[in-house]
């Protein structure tokens, strides 16, 4: 069974400092993929990776940035936390564009 | 444009009662269709999807869906629910030729005794 895990379920972090997000696949996936999930808005995407070194703006990419140096890894990094990402931060990865995705647990992050 | 429409926000149904949880989408080109449900501080699961082949398509925990072509639809449903289907269900659709996976906004589905 494919297993995604992310390296933090609960995170806190103060208005400026730099913030890793890391997120691990154990299935050879060659999508992998950021999303933000707020209340009422649903799940939007904010980076994806089809290939190693490979990445991709989504929707709202703005704040954000990404790294994928090896195919299992995908790191989301807030370069200045702001208190306007405090929010749930869900990783996906699939096989190829039109398979289903899988997602880690999710990690809350407030930004105080 | 593409887009993913779930009208409902909230859907409270009793136990054992049927259930219709409804996605729209737009597009012009092909599509792949998915419903996932997520519980409370969990991911998404995936429930079901259909990629080609038989419209009506069946998933875990009972829960079916239809495509439906000209309507642009893939409603769930599942004829008898339980207290434990109480969670967030999401519509998702991937676009032929393109990276582009869009979620809905999420039906919260309420389970009542």
């Known amino acids: ?112 | 444009a593409q887009s993913v429409t779930q009208l409902d926000s909230q859907v409270p149904v009793f136990e054992e009662a049927p259930v219709e949880l409804r996605c729209n989408y737009s597009s012009s080109v092909s599509v792949y269709l998915f419903w996932y449900v997520q519980y409370p501080n969990q991911g998404l699961q995936l429930l079901l999807k259909y990629l080609s082949g038989s419209t009506l398509v069946k998933g875990i925990n009972g829960f079916e869906a239809e495509f439906n072509k000209s309507q642009t639809s893939f409603h769930l449903r599942k004829p008898s629910v339980h207290i434990s289907d109480t969670a967030e269900y999401f519509c998702a659709v991937s676009f032929r030729g393109t990276y582009k996976y869009i979620f809905g906004t999420g039906t919260r589905l309420k389970v009542l005794a």
Not at chain 1, 7 to 13: A, F, M, N, P, W
Not at chain 1, 47 to 73: C, L, N
């Open chain 1, 1 to 112: 069974d494919v297993k995604v895990t992310q390296s933090s379920r609960y995170l806190v972090k103060r208005t400026g400092e730099k913030v890793f997000l890391e997120c691990v696949q154990d299935m050879d996936h060659e999508n992998m993929f950021w999303y933000r999930q707020d209340p009422g808005l649903g799940l939007r995407l904010i980076y994806f990776s089809y290939d190693v070194k490979m990445k991709e703006k989504g929707d709202i990419p703005e704040g954000y940035s990404v790294s994928r140096e090896k195919k299992e890894r995908f790191s989301l990094i807030l370069e200045s936390a702001s208190t306007n990402q405090t929010s749930m931060y869900l990783c996906a990865s699939s096989f190829d564009r039109y398979q289903p995705q899988h997602f880690g647990d999710g990690t809350r992050l407030s930004i105080l």
